[in-house]
């Protein structure tokens, strides 16, 4: 039998990443000047105050209606499945609380500020893809020489993606084996 995480557990996870999510950029937002960089580890890891209109990792969307009624979707999705699957093992409970906490944090600086505040900056690796024609279709190519600046909602919401995926690729689809209102527990091949 699997350890399941408590509904107050799933809620104190979520309620956690938030609160020190929102401390942390009120603290850089309110100790630094926008753009200002501080080496914690050389060029390696910086805190870097910057704010993103955009979405994760800084990319960018030009609708912020469209971009915002789609961070509510996407949060409200996460709610459903952490419902839904809340008598799953904690494994999948734990990660869907980080997503939804992640969603939920940089929610509220869409709100409230109109954009998010980032500055975790790291320097992982270079990332150059060449560009290239495929069946008609040009790819201008990519290049990344410093990891996106990011906060503690994104990883949150990446940690959690990545325990997911993992997850599904080492256990199996939580949602395979669930049954969805009106659904008998045969399905139609099975009752032939």
């Excluded at 630094?32 to 979405?55: A, D, W």
């Excluded at 999705?77 to 999948?92: A, D, H, K, P, S």
């Excluded at 049954?179 to 045969?186: E, R, S």
Aim: charged share 15%; glycine share 8%; hydrophobic share 50%.
């Amino acid at each position: 039998m699997q350890k399941k995480l408590s509904t107050k557990m799933m809620i104190g996870i979520i309620v956690f990443v938030i609160l020190l999510d929102q401390v942390t950029k009120y603290i850089i937002k309110s100790t630094m000047s926008l753009g200002e960089s501080i080496p914690v580890l050389g060029k390696f890891f910086c805190i870097t105050y910057v704010e993103n209109p955009g979405m994760a990792f800084g990319v960018r969307i030009s609708n912020p209606i469209l971009f915002s009624a789609l961070s509510i979707f996407a949060a409200i999705l996460v709610f459903y499945y952490l419902f839904r699957l809340r008598n799953e093992g904690w494994l999948i409970q734990g990660a869907l609380s980080l997503i939804a906490a992640g969603a939920i944090g940089n929610l509220i600086d869409r709100f409230v500020h109109g954009k998010v505040v980032d500055f975790f900056d790291v320097e992982f690796f270079d990332i150059s893809i060449p560009g290239f024609n495929l069946l008609g279709w040009h790819f201008p190519g990519y290049s990344l020489t410093r990891w996106p600046v990011f906060n503690i909602a994104d990883s949150a919401v990446t940690t959690g993606m990545i325990i997911l995926i993992f997850y599904i690729i080492f256990i199996g689809d939580p949602l395979k084996n669930l049954n969805y209102p009106g659904q008998d527990k045969k399905t139609e091949i099975e009752t032939e």
